[in-house]
């Protein structure tokens, strides 16, 4: 008889933005004439830029016409892409140890990383933060990691702490006592902003050769970070090729989440046992992956242009500054905040449960924000603020919500 894979059961009811979205309808439902603005979902409000959409329209063209038609392409991404990618995003920044070889384009940073996962055994250890984007964990809840979740945490996996007192960056030193085979990290992290100094990676990336493991690093929101003394990608770290696989986006850094286009760096260099990653990503990824679209390929090649790359600074700085303007106000409510100056998050302390912050807001000044409790156990206690709107909205609803807070 059929049997479906036990594993889902496991999974803790309702995904986040799920149960958001469904307080939200019954705001909406409850309240038809007022004006609620979205902080909450991580999506991006601006168009595409001019130079991106003029390339997106020369893509399409060319599939009008039998010269230039483009049917399957090839699933690790067309070469003027990936050499675009490997180009501007790491020799120009020092990564000389990456070349197009290494990029795997893709149609999000969502599946490769929670995809990623199949190409180990099943029984290694994993170690993730807490809290963090809850693909990780889940993807591995799925693929029969972990056992059912106890208390907001899955029996199995690793933990890795964010606090105050480590400013939601954890350290190796945690996995002393506890050896993980694989970490997951994220930085600028989703949901508390915080970015990891070279100091912090660079003992990452010791720790992970010393171990003989693998780290996964997520920097999808790696173009927000404007500190130059904060590394944009691990491979800025020596030896993180022989250690790191990267995962990448054009979804928050050049406003594609509609259009769907990410990347997966694999550098040659990372072998166990003598197998290389990069082999078995390749044929997992030419077996169940069909490449993204071509007009799709040649708008992401296009960020790369001077122009291109200009308007989506603007785009950046103008989220940068609706995040600017989220500190300061929660600031000026007495809140303790993280993330917001290399980040589009802000992530407040509220010291209540997170759920009742986000229904107060909610129904109190109509606006949506994430509860923290959502990205995991140490989650509880804080909110996430989304600075992905207009500035406008940004400033109304911030203006609603001292207003809110500033009255009780
Ligand atoms: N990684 C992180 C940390 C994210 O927050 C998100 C989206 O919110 C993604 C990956 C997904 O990116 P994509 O749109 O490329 O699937």
């Not at 893509?59 to 070469?79: C, I, M, N, R």
């Not at 700085?317 to 100056?341: E, R």
């Amino acid at each position: 008889m059929i049997r479906l894979n036990p594993n889902y059961e496991k999974l803790q009811s309702d995904y986040l933005f799920v149960e958001i979205a469904h307080r939200v309808s019954k705001h909406i439902a409850d309240n038809p004439k007022r004006k609620l603005i979205k902080l909450g979902i991580g999506d991006v409000t601006r168009p595409l830029s001019p130079t991106v959409i003029r390339a997106f329209h020369r893509g399409v063209d060319d599939q009008a016409s039998e010269e230039t038609f483009k049917g399957y392409g090839p699933e690790q991404g067309y070469l003027f892409l990936r050499i675009a990618i490997a180009r501007n995003d790491y020799h120009e920044r020092g990564c000389d140890s990456i070349d197009e070889s290494d990029i795997f384009v893709s149609d999000g940073a969502k599946c490769d990383t929670g995809n990623f996962q199949e190409l180990f055994a099943s029984d290694i250890r994993i170690a993730l933060p807490d809290p963090v984007y809850p693909v990780y964990s889940d993807s591995n809840v799925m693929a029969g990691r972990a056992g059912f979740a106890k208390n907001g945490r899955y029996r199995g996996l690793i933990y890795l702490k964010g606090n105050e007192v480590n400013g939601f960056v954890s350290s190796p030193e945690e996995l002393k006592n506890n050896p993980a085979d694989l970490v997951y990290l994220c930085f600028p992290n989703n949901p508390t902003g915080a970015t990891a100094t070279r100091e912090q990676l660079c003992e990452w990336v010791q720790w992970a050769l010393n171990q003989r493991t693998i780290i996964l690093y997520d920097s999808a929101y790696e173009a927000f970070i404007t500190d130059p003394s904060i590394p944009r990608s691990i491979y800025e770290i020596p030896g993180a090729e022989k250690c790191a696989v990267e995962f990448r986006s054009f979804s928050k850094t050049a406003g594609f989440t509609g259009v769907r286009c990410a990347y997966t760096v694999v550098p040659g260099a990372l072998e166990i046992g003598g197998i290389k990653l990069q082999d078995m990503w390749n044929r997992r990824h030419s077996t169940k992956f069909n490449g993204v679209s071509y007009p799709v390929q040649v708008a992401a090649a296009a960020t790369y242009s001077a122009e291109g790359k200009r308007e989506i600074k603007e785009n950046i700085d103008y989220y940068l500054t609706n995040a600017k303007t989220i500190l300061d106000a929660m600031n000026s409510l007495g809140y303790q905040c993280w993330g917001g100056l290399n980040s589009p998050y802000v992530w407040v302390k509220t010291d209540e449960d997170s759920w009742l912050t986000f229904d107060r807001i909610l129904n109190g000044a109509d606006v949506v924000i994430t509860p923290g409790s959502g990205f995991g156990k140490m989650g509880r206690g804080y909110i996430r603020i989304s600075a992905f709107n207009s500035a406008e909205n940004v400033r109304e609803a911030l203006e609603r919500i001292v207003d809110l807070i500033g009255k009780m």
